[in-house]
C-alpha cells in the first residue's frame, strides 16, 4: 500500500498539483522539488517562429508541451503580434502532445487535430504514419534542450522538419523548497521520485551533488524508487547509475499509478 509513503516529483509546486490531489487521495505524503528554471530565448522568437511560418508555409505545427504554448503566445502578447502568431498557427495542422498541451492551445482559439495516444515523440510519429505526410513540412516550438530524436524521427518518415527553440532550461534556484526532502533523503525516508524530463534529471543531481558525494547519493537512490515519465527520462537516468522503472503510460496519472503499484 502507498498509504504513509513519501513520494517526491521532479516539477515545482505550481505544475505538480495533479501529482498532489492524487498522492493525497492514496494517503501518502507528496513533496514538490522545482528541478528546472525556463531561459526564455526573448521576443525574438516569435518573430523567428512567424518568419519560419512565412518562409516555409508549413502544413503542420507540433506543439510538445504546454509550457512551450503559453511562453510562444505571451510573448507574442508582449509586443502586439498576438493575433498574427494566432492565425499563423491556425492556418496549420495542429498537433498536441498531451491534453494539458491541448488544453493550452485551445484557451489561445487554437484547433488541434490530433493529439496522439502515446504523448511522446514516438505519438508524434506514430500520427504521421497514419496521416500518410511523406513530403510535407511540419514546424516544431520547443525547448533548446530537447534531443534531436523527434527531427530524425520525422525526417525518416519523410517530412521537412523546422525546430524554433523557445527556452532553455538550467538549475532551479528556488532550493528552499528541497529542503524537506533532502532531510529525508538523507534519512532514507523517501520511498519514492517521480522524473519527469531528462533535464529534470541533470538538473536534480546538479542540485543534490552540492550537498551528497556521488556514492552516498547513488546508495540512497538504491533505497528509493526511481520512476521515469518515459522513456528518454529512463534513459538519462540511466547515465547516472540509476535502474528506473518506467510508466507505461507518459503523464503524470500514468505515473502516479505506476509507482501505487510498486507498493501493492
Same mark, same amino acid.
Given at each position: 500500500?502507498?498509504?504513509?509513503?513519501? !513520494?517526491?516529483?521532479?516539477? %515545482?509546486?505550481?505544475?505538480?498539483? /495533479? &501529482?498532489?490531489?492524487? !498522492?493525497?487521495?492514496?494517503?501518502?505524503?507528496?513533496? %514538490?522539488?522545482?528541478?528546472?528554471?525556463?531561459?526564455?530565448?526573448?521576443?525574438?522568437?516569435?518573430?523567428? &517562429?512567424?518568419?519560419?511560418?512565412?518562409?516555409?508555409?508549413? +502544413?503542420?505545427?507540433?506543439?510538445?508541451?504546454?509550457?512551450?504554448?503559453?511562453?510562444? &503566445?505571451?510573448?507574442?502578447?508582449? !509586443?502586439?503580434?498576438?493575433?498574427?502568431?494566432?492565425?499563423?498557427?491556425?492556418?496549420?495542422?495542429? =498537433?498536441?502532445?498531451?491534453?494539458?498541451?491541448?488544453?493550452?492551445?485551445?484557451?489561445?482559439?487554437?484547433?488541434?487535430?490530433?493529439?496522439?495516444?502515446?504523448?511522446?515523440?514516438?505519438?508524434?510519429? /506514430?500520427?504521421?504514419?497514419?496521416?500518410?505526410?511523406?513530403?510535407?513540412?511540419? =514546424?516544431?516550438?520547443?525547448?533548446?534542450?530537447?534531443?534531436?530524436?523527434?527531427?530524425?524521427?520525422? /525526417?525518416? =518518415?519523410?517530412?521537412?522538419?523546422?525546430?524554433?527553440?523557445?527556452?532553455?532550461?538550467?538549475?532551479?534556484?528556488?532550493? *528552499?523548497?528541497?529542503? /524537506?526532502?533532502?532531510?529525508? &533523503?538523507?534519512?532514507?525516508?523517501? +520511498?519514492? =521520485?517521480?522524473?519527469?524530463?531528462?533535464?529534470?534529471?541533470?538538473?536534480?543531481?546538479?542540485?543534490? *551533488?552540492?550537498?551528497? +558525494?556521488?556514492?552516498?547519493?547513488?546508495?540512497?537512490?538504491?533505497?528509493?524508487?526511481?520512476?521515469? !515519465?518515459?522513456?528518454?527520462?529512463?534513459?538519462?537516468?540511466?547515465?547516472?547509475?540509476?535502474?528506473?522503472?518506467?510508466?507505461?503510460?507518459?503523464?503524470?496519472?500514468?505515473?502516479?499509478?505506476?509507482?501505487? *503499484?510498486?507498493?501493492?
Amino acid at each position: 500500500m502507498i498509504q504513509g509513503k513519501v !513520494i517526491a516529483i521532479t516539477r %515545482s509546486k505550481e505544475d505538480s498539483t /495533479e &501529482f498532489t490531489t492524487l !498522492i493525497s487521495k492514496a494517503k501518502a505524503k507528496a513533496i %514538490s522539488l522545482p528541478t528546472i528554471e525556463l531561459v526564455s530565448k526573448g521576443n525574438g522568437m516569435v518573430d523567428e &517562429f512567424l518568419d519560419a511560418i512565412k518562409k516555409d508555409d508549413p +502544413d503542420y505545427s507540433v506543439f510538445m508541451s504546454s509550457k512551450a504554448v503559453t511562453l510562444l &503566445f505571451d510573448t507574442a502578447k508582449k !509586443i502586439s503580434k498576438y493575433e498574427k502568431l494566432r492565425l499563423a498557427v491556425t492556418n496549420t495542422t495542429v =498537433i498536441a502532445v498531451g491534453p494539458k498541451t491541448k488544453a493550452a492551445l485551445e484557451s489561445q482559439g487554437i484547433r488541434v487535430a490530433h493529439m496522439p495516444e502515446r504523448f511522446s515523440s514516438v505519438g508524434v510519429g /506514430e500520427v504521421f504514419t497514419f496521416l500518410n505526410a511523406d513530403g510535407k513540412k511540419v =514546424i516544431v516550438p520547443r525547448s533548446g534542450a530537447s534531443t534531436p530524436f523527434l527531427a530524425q524521427l520525422l /525526417e525518416k =518518415i519523410g517530412l521537412q522538419v523546422k525546430e524554433i527553440y523557445l527556452y532553455d532550461v538550467k538549475s532551479s534556484s528556488a532550493l *528552499s523548497y528541497w529542503t /524537506e526532502f533532502k532531510t529525508l &533523503f538523507s534519512q532514507n525516508k523517501v +520511498d519514492g =521520485i517521480i522524473f519527469t524530463s531528462a533535464s529534470s534529471v541533470r538538473a536534480f543531481f546538479d542540485i543534490m *551533488s552540492s550537498d551528497m +558525494d556521488e556514492k552516498t547519493l547513488q546508495s540512497h537512490l538504491g533505497k528509493t524508487i526511481s520512476l521515469a !515519465i518515459g522513456p528518454f527520462t529512463a534513459d538519462e537516468l540511466k547515465k547516472f547509475g540509476v535502474k528506473p522503472l518506467t510508466a507505461d503510460v507518459h503523464t503524470v496519472q500514468g505515473a502516479v499509478e505506476a509507482i501505487k *503499484s510498486c507498493f501493492c
